[in-house]
């Protein structure tokens, strides 16, 4: 048997500071002696170091329809050095794997998130219940999404791979103490995940004064950053509120650590859904508690009244009240934030939630 005998095929992988890359560089770093990678060439980003093999060719062709038979000639040109394909979104690389299984024999695995499922259902259904039924395993980030998989195509070959978190991130992990009450969001600047609604609840506890001295730390950068940042200014926040913009890996190491809460109450849209958040556990990692909002999946990276607090899906009361809480009760902060800490480094690693993977890929 080929060392290298599994082949994953993904558009979105590292350097890119998306879940979806992190979830699948920690996946290659965990396999990284039978694994190789084919990713689309960068554009401007520098070439990361891996223990794995990373190829960069094209996945999709600029002049031929269906882009994706590129991706077919691909897995049919090289099928005598992998066993089984790997690939992260259903359409169109599932397409592509359940193609050229016709022509290789070879079986493919389908790695599932939440909002590439419901766009690819609400494109073409069909098509993704024959890519999804034809695989030879479906990987879901979340039991919600495992029993959605279920109840949507009737899968049973379904298995739930959490994401992890980098164990050098948790090494790394130390806490500070802020000079004030500091809150934390990391993500794109999309409207999904609540950010207007933390500025409202902060307005509230400010204009009432139930929280005065504060600080609410926003990394990432998209294309809410100007409605966010005139709205921090019309609700008289700009005084309180950094936005950071996208960060180094020390940057984003340092803000973790210097944070008192992570907040992130995001919304429950029916297609373009959290599915999990790896960004809550990263907070964990630090021994920060975190916000959400109570919606599956989410419920699953954080544990109400044990690991945080989750709230209602659009609540603003109770999402000021939440915040007023933890910064009121410093022993309860601690608290949450350690369990969420142990919580992390002993279910959310790559070896504990991939090593579920291997006894079928024997």
């Avoid at 307005?203 to 100007?226: E, T």
Wanted: glycine share 6%.
């Amino acid at each position: 048997m080929n060392d290298r005998d599994l082949l994953l095929i993904t558009p979105d992988f590292l350097p890119s500071r998306g879940g979806v890359a992190r979830y699948l560089g920690l996946f290659a770093e965990y396999f990284s002696k039978r694994l190789r990678v084919v990713a689309p060439p960068l554009e401007s980003k520098p070439e990361i170091a891996t223990s794995y093999l990373l190829e960069r060719k094209p996945l999709l062709s600029k002049l031929i329809w269906p882009k994706w038979i590129t991706s077919v000639l691909l897995l049919v040109h090289e099928s005598k050095t992998y066993r089984v394909v790997i690939t992260s979104h259903v359409i169109p690389f599932g397409t592509a794997a359940m193609v050229a299984k016709w022509f290789t024999k070879k079986p493919y695995i389908v790695i599932t998130h939440g909002m590439d499922v419901r766009l690819a259902v609400r494109s073409k259904k069909s098509l993704t219940t024959r890519v999804l039924s034809g695989a030879y395993l479906v990987i879901a980030n979340s039991n919600a999404l495992a029993q959605e998989l279920q109840q949507t195509f009737g899968l049973k070959n379904i298995l739930t791979l959490y994401p992890s978190v980098d164990p050098a991130l948790v090494l790394k992990a130390t806490k500070t103490v802020p000079e004030v009450f500091t809150l934390l969001s990391v993500s794109r600047l999309v409207d999904r995940k609540g950010h207007e609604r933390v500025l409202q609840a902060l307005a509230l506890l400010k204009l009432n004064g139930s929280l005065s001295a504060f600080c609410y730390v926003i990394v990432g950068d998209g294309p809410m950053r100007q409605t966010l940042e005139t709205l921090a200014i019309e609700l008289q926040l700009e005084s309180n509120v950094v936005f950071k913009g996208d960060v180094s890996d020390e940057e984003l190491r340092n803000a973790y650590a210097n944070a008192d809460v992570f907040v992130m109450p995001v919304k429950n849209d029916s297609i373009d859904k959290e599915g999990f958040g790896m960004v809550y556990l990263e907070a964990a990692a630090y021994g920060v508690p975190s916000i959400a909002t109570r919606m599956s999946g989410v419920d699953e990276a954080v544990l109400d009244r044990e690991t945080g607090l989750l709230i209602d899906d659009g609540n603003i009361e109770a999402l000021a009240g939440s915040i007023l809480l933890l910064a009121n009760d410093q022993a309860l902060r601690e608290q949450l934030g350690s369990a969420a800490r142990t919580r992390v480094t002993t279910e959310f690693t790559p070896a504990v939630q991939f090593s579920k993977l291997e006894p079928y890929l024997a």
